[in-house]
């Protein structure tokens, strides 16, 4: 595949993703108020006490639609949405890669270990959404499924930076600013997973925007030869 076809893919999957992620949008309120999205709350939980929080106490009123409209959520992000962005980063970082191949390889295998773990981070959150009241053997899966695939991703986008900034120009440094956010959010995460939750999505818009200006740029201009 030539870089240009890669870019151009990762164009369309990006559009993809975008319409994808509008229509998993939770629009329920959770039973008690959070610091983030509710989705990113379930995401992020690490006791029954976080997942209360989200579906309240059994009998609550407010725990039946939130319980719905997030399996709905995590039902579209295992069908689509995860093909979907694993698609882009991957076609970014084999893009980028023509002219770096070993450092855009490595990306490419770190995105599709990412989606691995996101299937896995979702069969956990049906499990604990349907019986939040109790410990679960499905919470540190949960735990180390989410991790994983935060860190993971934020690396692969940090990895596109590195590429960026191997090929020159201030473009370079502030395509590895850009794209390395998400690794500082996501560690930061990992500490901190209250304090830091609300900016993860956030953190890893930066990269995804830098990503697709460059899958956009790299549609139309004149490729390189590769290197070996």
């Known amino acids: 595949m030539s870089e240009k076809l890669a870019f151009r893919l990762a164009v369309i999957a990006a559009v993809v993703m975008l319409g994808i992620g509008a229509v998993m949008a939770v629009t329920a309120a959770p039973c008690r108020e959070l610091p983030m999205s509710a989705l990113t709350a379930l995401e992020l939980a690490r ?14 009123a407010c725990r039946a639609p939130i319980t719905a409209q997030l399996d709905r959520a995590n039902l579209i992000d295992a069908a689509a ?38 299937w896995i981070e979702n069969a956990a959150m049906f499990q604990l959404s349907a019986a939040p009241d109790a410990p679960s053997v499905w919470m540190p899966v949960l735990v180390v499924a989410t991790n994983v695939k935060w860190v993971g991703l934020a690396a692969a986008t940090t990895l596109g930076g590195v590429m960026l900034w191997r090929h020159g120009g201030p473009v ?41 200006a460059v899958a956009v740029w790299g549609s139309f201009a004149k490729e390189p030869a590769a290197k070996a």
């Open 81 to 118: 949405y995860i093909p979907a962005y694993a698609a882009f980063y991957a076609l970014v970082l084999f893009g980028l890669g023509r002219r770096d191949r070993l450092v855009g390889w490595i990306g490419v295998a770190v995105v599709v270990g990412c989606a691995a773990a996101d």
């Open 47 to 60: 006791s029954v006490d976080d997942l209360q929080r989200i579906f309240g106490m059994a009998g609550d």
């Open 172 to 212: 370079g440094w502030l395509g590895l600013v850009a794209c390395a956010v998400p690794l500082a959010v996501s560690l930061w995460a990992v500490a901190a997973p209250v304090a830091a939750g609300r900016w993860l999505v956030p953190g890893m818009a930066v990269a995804s925007v830098m990503l697709l």
